[in-house]
């Protein structure tokens, strides 16, 4: 070939390159952009169900964990009663002149009190004079008071309890008005 060939030959490659690129990107190049798109949506997708699946776990390991916590809620609401029933016969007790003959009595109350304190039970402390707060006592009648014991606590009627975190029941108070 000779060196005017050789220089058609490159004048018509660089023509051919020009319609080329007025005609727009080529075949190739428009497969790799689509791939490059689709790629990118498919990583999107990939990183958002992996926070959605972390989200989950984490949800569920603290609902978890908080089922075991009040697992046994309903047993422990039932027994209320009978600690409250354990308080008053303990009242009656002290008046009692024999209290030594009730001391196996006491020792069941102890016991009761202290399994049902390791499963998480407590009370919810409330004495007369405190302030009343509706978010945590139950107030079952206002009776006229001073101006000092004015929404105040007058007296408990009926103790409160929480498992953990959450009041099982409210204290029942008297408050002043």
Same mark, same amino acid.
């Given at each position: 070939?000779?060196?005017?060939?050789?220089?058609?030959?490159?004048?018509?490659?660089?023509a051919?390159?020009?319609?080329?690129?007025? !005609?727009? /990107?080529s075949?190739?190049?428009?497969?790799?952009?689509?791939?490059k798109? %689709?790629?990118? $949506?498919?990583?999107?997708?990939?990183?958002? $169900?992996?926070?959605?699946f972390?989200?989950?776990? !984490?949800?569920?390991? !603290?609902?978890? =964990?908080?089922?075991?916590k009040? &697992?046994?809620?309903?047993? =422990?609401?039932?027994?209320?009663?009978?600690?409250?029933?354990?308080?008053?016969?303990?009242?009656e007790?002290?008046?009692?002149?024999?209290?030594?003959?009730?001391?196996?009595?006491? $020792?069941?109350?102890?016991k009761?009190?202290? %399994?049902?304190?390791s499963?998480?039970?407590?009370? *919810?402390?409330v004495e &007369?004079?405190?302030?009343?707060?509706?978010?945590?006592h139950? &107030?079952?009648?206002q009776i /006229?008071?001073?101006?000092?014991?004015?929404?105040? *606590? =007058?007296?408990?009627?009926e103790?409160?309890?929480?498992?953990?975190?959450?009041? $099982?029941?409210? /204290? !029942?108070?008297?408050?002043?008005?």
């Amino acid at each position: 070939m000779s060196t005017s060939e050789e220089s058609k030959d490159k004048s018509k490659k660089a023509a051919q390159k020009k319609v080329a690129s007025k !005609k727009g /990107p080529s075949k190739e190049a428009k497969e790799l952009t689509s791939i490059k798109e %689709s790629f990118e $949506l498919e990583k999107d997708k990939y990183l958002r $169900l992996f926070a959605e699946f972390e989200n989950f776990k !984490k949800r569920t390991s !603290k609902e978890r =964990i908080e089922l075991f916590k009040t &697992a046994g809620q309903d047993v =422990i609401v039932d027994l209320l009663p009978v600690l409250d029933d354990f308080e008053r016969a303990l009242k009656e007790v002290e008046k009692s002149e024999n209290r030594t003959e009730f001391d196996g009595f006491k $020792l069941i109350s102890n016991k009761l009190r202290e %399994s049902l304190k390791s499963k998480g039970l407590d009370f *919810v402390v409330v004495e &007369a004079g405190d302030a009343f707060d509706s978010e945590i006592h139950e &107030a079952i009648t206002q009776i /006229p008071a001073g101006d000092d014991q004015k929404g105040n *606590v =007058i007296d408990v009627i009926e103790k409160g309890y929480m498992l953990g975190d959450k009041i $099982l029941r409210y /204290p !029942k108070v008297v408050v002043g008005q």
